[in-house]
């Protein structure tokens, strides 16, 4: 059964870069044609796509967000990450990993992770 | 990018149909056949209910179904239950490998 956990720091200052990772288990991130993507929620409100990436290193980003992100992936240790610069408090939020499912990155999150809460604050 | 429209709220009594819209514009939702929804509740994670519009994942109810007309896609609920009230959104591809999301509609069951 395909499992995704992301782990991130928790709290994070204003100005400063966030850096978090997921882990995928019970399958291999490269097997399938599987995109795998982050998606944030700020409490209490919606759903926001943040950036998808391939095995291969293809990525795609959030045009609202691109200037200020990076994605990644190792697909020797089955895991991807993400990376925000300048982390204000409008990007505190629940962050989740997921697999993107359909044809290329065409497809909505079919399998998500319990998502890990960033908070920015000083 | 601006999200997709829903409608921030829908009623519905026991027993009832209900349907909640999605609407976006030619460059995602009427440009591709590549509309997911998703059933949250409170403090859990998102649940795919349905994708490519209308296809719906081994295991979902088929009290859920899903269609699109022009740049609107609806999800229909049959016979409401009480464990359905919950946050639903819509999602889409939107060209160049971008995902966009609905802002979220809360059902609440009467």
């Known amino acids: 059964q395909l499992q995704l956990q992301a782990s991130g720091p928790g709290l994070v200052k204003p100005s400063e870069t966030l850096s978090l990772r997921c882990i995928v288990s019970g399958g291999s991130i490269t097997y399938g044609g599987f995109y795998w993507a982050w998606i944030r929620q700020p409490p209490g409100k919606g759903l926001e796509w943040v950036a998808t990436?391939?095995?291969?290193?293809?990525?795609y980003y959030n045009p609202s967000l691109k200037s200020r992100l990076a994605i990644s992936v190792d697909p020797s240790k089955n895991q991807f990450s993400l990376s925000l610069r300048s982390m204000t408090a409008a990007d505190t939020a629940i962050y989740y990993c997921?697999?993107?499912?359909?044809?290329?990155?065409?497809?909505?999150?079919?399998?998500w992770g319990q998502g890990t809460l960033v908070t920015v604050s000083s | 990018q601006s999200a997709l429209t829903q409608p921030a709220s829908v009623y519905g009594s026991p027993g009832q149909p209900i349907t909640i819209s999605c609407t976006g514009t030619s460059s995602d939702i009427g440009g591709y056949k590549y509309v997911s929804w998703y059933q949250q509740h409170p403090g859990e994670v998102p649940k795919l209910l349905i994708s490519d519009v209308s296809n719906r994942p081994s295991g979902v109810s088929d009290r859920f179904s899903g269609a699109k007309s022009g740049n609107t896609a609806y999800l229909t609920i049959s016979g409401l239950q009480a464990e359905d009230e919950a946050d639903y959104y819509c999602s889409s591809y939107r060209a160049n490998g971008t995902l966009v999301f609905g802002g979220g509609t809360k059902l609440t069951v009467l």
């Open positions: 990436v391939y095995f291969d290193g293809t990525s």
């Open positions: 997921a697999r993107q499912g359909g044809l290329g990155a065409t497809g909505g999150p079919d399998v």
